[in-house]
């Protein structure tokens, strides 16, 4: 039977099932949101003169509950217009409905009475066949089956999501006993193809596998914390981004998401496993229980490991002191392994210099990850016969670049456990047998495909459901075709080459350019298309701006416009080469890596795209042929009929005030995105959609692009437009002078020029005009300051 769905219904309204139903509605599905109606009226509600019968009465409570999601920061949804999808009712008239949904999902309180409660009011509705899962993180999914119809159990599971569901990539499948396997099956490939996650297929123990493995990972760093006499502020920075995990690393985490929350998990942890030998460690450290007993549990309290306070209208974070429990001011931290690691970009080469830091500072890391591999070990066939689960899990659910034993890999894995077995660390015994047999490694790649070490068979495997991934690890022994300093050429199969960039940020400089201009020359030769993307978290934080910032600096003006030649040129070859070029984006893309993906022939954009041209906000207008670009996307879209032209005044808005995306599909909406680029839900998926789109591309019978001469620009008419509205934003204190003074550089190069009627330019012509107002601008002080500000201090400047 071939299962589609069209329709879901999310039982329960909290701040899980409103942020579920949003990205259901991300993926396009009709969403029913149902949550119990109020027992008791609101002050407001009587003096209206409402009773309980009243519909609006009726559904306050979920209609509240998903105004609060929507509105909330950041957003759970692709665009606001995704709102439109979800449908709001209650548990006492609506629940018949249910019966047009081809997939139930319960998110209500964790309770196991009221779930069964609900489960039965479900059957009288649900109709055979339909699929019924529980988003439980803490009830075991087989105490859920009680009464229920054999159609019910065989089309039960559980549906784990974590919290925000749109941002974290986990989605973990519980069966029972009693699911049918076609259903688990289903399931695990919906939930990677349609709704982008990483699905885990969990046994059913407590926890599952990622709040098990990532709560003891918490823990454990906790009791280490209090030992070594570490701070909060030197904690954070040792466990944030340097090892490929969040910003707001431990503390910060732990206020965000609640310390309540987590210490509720543990809790439950501690009572629900008497039989793992690490028990004690789900106990509350001192440091821990001392916030907890005294109500500070983070945002939701207004205080937690920091508090903001106002003195003098001016805001301060204050960090806890963990000996005195006092508030104090946050020190400077200096740290030398964040010295030696702040210029290596590849996570897998920090990783090795952490776990062999000398002092206090490797001791933090070696105890933590080393307690923590231990664990993992130890927890196999526990929680997953494999171990990449583990890894999966985790890494997806806690926002981790790499998983455990990943990460153990990358610091070696036979040094580390010499390491833990002097320090009383041992691993389970199938770690020595791996060793003994010559193998070095938990995972390697082979034929293109990334396999994982098989356990109960002793041998290497391919990670199921990855087959069809590429993973750019995987070319790096073979099929590397050309490389520098900052750019890879790889061969990745069947005529078309990928081009990686491992600049800091992925910014485009000299290197890069390089190796877009290689790629496409070796392509234009013997290959069939490029595909311009990489796995790391951001596609490209734009241009690089120190070498720009030297020659500004010394007004070397021939070397700036040298630069921006060379730029627009590669720019403009990616456009009209001879072969077929697509942009895989994924995270930040700006300023000069969006303009890279304007002008490639597609662009395969993850949803979570971050997408805009922000030069203004460094003093100068986007000069890689980003503001021709959508000038001439403008003309294209230029109705006879809109004489103010809104779609220019629009575009010319997007760019003067340096304006973002935060998804892919707000990117389509700004125009970024065409219609004809595509959106990949699921990140890993992203550079194997790339490739088929180059490929189909190349199959259409691909025709390399001519340029184009029939730009339509208004001239005087758009720029008196223009000119207005910056005058008007000027005068109302909303812009600065020098703010003014780029936006009618702008609006000049928008406009065409000084041209005393719509006139057809190329595009040529407004590159010329692009690159000649970004070079004045380059010659502006207060430009040179802003460029510094982001430079040396990594903040903004409005000058």
């Not at 399931?187 to 990483?198: C, I, T, V």
């Not at 995105?673 to 490739?691: E, S, Y």
Request: net charge negative.
């Amino acid at each position: 039977m071939k299962r589609t769905i069209k329709k879901a219904v999310v039982l329960g309204s909290g701040i899980m099932g409103s942020r579920i139903a949003c990205h259901f509605a991300n993926i396009g599905l009709e969403v029913l949101l149902l949550d119990i109606a109020p027992k008791e009226l609101t002050d407001q509600e009587k003096a209206k003169g409402l009773t309980l019968d009243s519909p609006h009465v009726k559904n306050r409570i979920v209609n509240t509950s998903l105004q609060t999601a929507i509105s909330s920061k950041p957003s759970p949804l692709y665009h606001q217009e995704k709102a439109s999808l979800i449908t709001t009712g209650n548990f006492d008239d609506d629940l018949s409905k249910i019966k047009d949904y081809d997939w139930v999902l319960e998110a209500v309180v964790e309770n196991l009475e009221i779930k069964k409660s609900l489960f039965e009011k479900v059957e009288l509705y649900r109709k055979p066949g339909t699929l019924i899962s529980s988003n439980t993180s803490g009830i075991p999914i087989n105490f859920m089956l009680e009464g229920r119809s054999e159609d019910f159990q065989k089309h039960f599971c559980g549906t784990h999501f974590f919290n925000p569901p749109r941002y974290l990539k986990l989605l973990e499948i519980i069966p029972t006993k009693k699911t049918d396997p076609k259903i688990v099956d289903f399931f695990l490939h919906y939930g990677d193809l349609f709704l982008g996650k990483e699905t885990v297929l969990c046994k059913d123990t407590p926890a599952f596998i990622a709040n098990r493995i990532g709560i003891y990972a918490i823990m454990s760093g906790m009791h280490t914390i209090q030992k070594m006499g570490l701070t909060v502020n030197e904690v954070d920075k040792l466990t944030g981004p340097v090892i490929g995990r969040a910003k707001s690393a431990t503390f910060r985490t732990m206020d965000v998401v609640g310390l309540d929350t987590a210490v509720k998990v543990a809790a439950g942890l501690y009572e629900g496993l008497p039989h793992d030998e690490s028990r004690e460690m789900f106990k509350l450290p001192k440091i821990v229980q001392e916030l907890y007993d005294r109500k500070w549990w983070g945002d939701k309290t207004k205080q937690g490991y920091y508090k903001k306070v106002v003195e003098n209208g001016n805001k301060e974070i204050l960090e806890l002191n963990l000996e005195t429990f006092e508030y104090e001011q946050k020190a400077k931290v200096k740290l030398d392994v964040l010295d030696k690691t702040k210029n290596e970009e590849d996570l897998k080469k920090r990783l090795k210099i952490v776990i062999n830091e000398e002092g206090r500072e490797g001791d933090f890391y070696r105890a933590t990850f080393f307690d923590l591999f231990r664990y993992c070990t130890v927890r196999i066939p526990e929680v997953a016969d494999e171990l990449y689960r583990i890894d999966q899990a985790v890494a997806a659910g806690f926002g981790w670049e790499l998983g455990p034993f990943e990460s153990w890999d990358a610091m070696g894995l036979k040094d580390c456990v010499d390491q833990m077995k002097k320090k009383n660390l041992a691993p389970a015994p199938w770690v020595d047998e791996l060793l003994a047999a010559g193998h070095q490694s938990f995972y390697k790649y082979e034929n293109g495909k990334k396999h994982y070490y098989d356990i109960p068979s002793k041998s290497y495997k391919v990670v199921p459901g990855t087959e069809g991934f590429i993973y750019l690890d995987a070319f790096k022994e073979n099929n590397v075709v050309w490389e520098n300093d900052g750019a890879t050429i790889y061969d990745i199969g069947d005529g078309v080459l990928n081009v990686e960039f491992h600049t800091k940020m992925n910014s485009i400089g000299a290197e890069v350019i390089e190796g877009i201009n290689t790629a496409i020359t070796m392509a234009e030769k013997d290959f069939r298309g490029v595909v311009v993307g990489n796995e790391g978290q951001n596609f490209s934080a734009g241009a690089n701006l120190a070498m720009l910032f030297m020659f500004a600096v010394d007004q070397e003006f021939d070397e700036i416009d040298m630069m921006i030649r060379q730029f627009q040129n590669t720019m403009t070859r990616a456009r009209f080469s001879t072969v077929p070029v697509v942009s895989a984006t994924s995270g930040l893309a700006l300023g000069g890596g969006c303009e890279l993906s304007l002008h490639c022939d597609a662009i395969q954009a993850h949803a979570e795209t971050y997408i805009g041209l922000v030069e203004v906000g460094v003093g100068l207008i986007p000069g890689g042929g980003g503001t021709k670009e959508l000038t001439l996307r403008a003309s294209d879209k230029f109705m006879p009929n809109d004489p103010e032209l809104n779609i220019l005044q629009e575009y010319f808005m997007n760019i003067a005030t340096a304006k973002v995306a935060t998804s892919a599909h707000e990117a389509r909406a700004m125009d970024i995105l065409t219609v004809a680029d595509r959106i990949t839900l699921n990140r890993a998926r992203l550079l194997a959609d790339a490739k088929e789109r180059v490929l189909e591309l190349a199959d259409a019978g691909y025709t390399q692009p001519k340029e184009r001469t029939d730009i339509k620009v208004h001239g005087r008419t758009s720029m008196a437009m223009f000119e207005a509205g910056i005058t008007g934003m000027k005068y109302g204190a909303y812009i600065s002078e020098h703010d003014a003074k780029i936006a009618k550089k702008l609006a000049w190069v928008m406009s065409g020029g000084d041209l005393s009627a719509p006139t057809l330019v190329s595009e040529k012509y407004l590159l010329d005009l692009e690159r000649e107002a970004f070079l004045s601008l380059c010659g502006e002080q207060k430009t040179l300051e802003r460029i510094q500000s982001i430079l040396f201090k990594g903040k903004p400047l409005r000058n």
